[in-house]
Structures are given as C-alpha cells and as structure tokens.
C-alpha cells in the first residue's frame, strides 16, 4: 500500500533554507504525478508544488522563485528545496501522491527569530 514520509522540517530564521524530504514506499515515485502542499495554523491545507514524472514542475504563486521541488530516484525520494523562508512559510508540509487518498504525517516548518 501507498505511504509516504515527509522530513527535513524544523525551526529555522527568516530568511534561512530547508530542505524537505518525501520518501515514498509500496510504489515507484518517478512514476507518479507528486505535490507538496502545507497547512497553516487555522488555515486550509494548500498546494505548494507539482513534479511531473517527466521532470516539469509548477509551483503556487506565494512561493515561486524560492522553491525548487526534486527527485532522487534512487532513494525513491522527492526534495523541497525552500530559500528565503519567511514567518509565512510556518506550516506542516505534506508531500502526496496524485490520485492517492492516502497522506504521510507532515513535517513541521517554523520560520522564527
């Protein structure tokens, strides 16, 4: 069955980089439509970022220009590469498989002084 790990997360200052990992098991991630998405405190989960088997990528407008959304096949492992974090990029992020009503823990990210 479908599962996926979300890590990488933590508390980090404005301004500083993380870099999120999704590990995937029970089914080959390159050949999956992925997305990471994030949720707020008090706010609805929102999408983040799409990677494409082929290696396109979209991302949201709020962090476009920041983020870059990777995959290390050989891990079976997709990246979240965030710059320039700020206070609101504080949220848990999800990675999911598209299509899957399935969805891992999240990671916690804080942007804080």
């Known amino acids: 069955q479908v599962q996926l790990v979300e890590s990488g997360g933590g508390l980090v200052q404005p301004g500083g980089s993380l870099r999120l990992s999704c590990t995937g098991f029970g089914f080959p991630l390159d050949g999956e439509i992925m997305t990471w998405h994030r949720q707020a405190p008090g706010k609805a989960r929102e999408w983040v970022a799409t990677l494409f088997p082929g290696g396109a990528s979209f991302y949201s407008d709020s962090v476009r220009g920041r983020v870059t959304v990777s995959r290390a096949d050989a891990k079976n492992t997709m990246h979240l590469q965030m710059n320039s974090l700020n206070a609101e990029d504080t949220a848990v992020y999800y990675c999911?498989?598209?299509?899957?009503?399935?969805w891992g823990q999240g990671t916690q990210v804080t942007v804080s002084s």
């Open positions: 999911h498989k598209d299509g899957s009503t399935r």
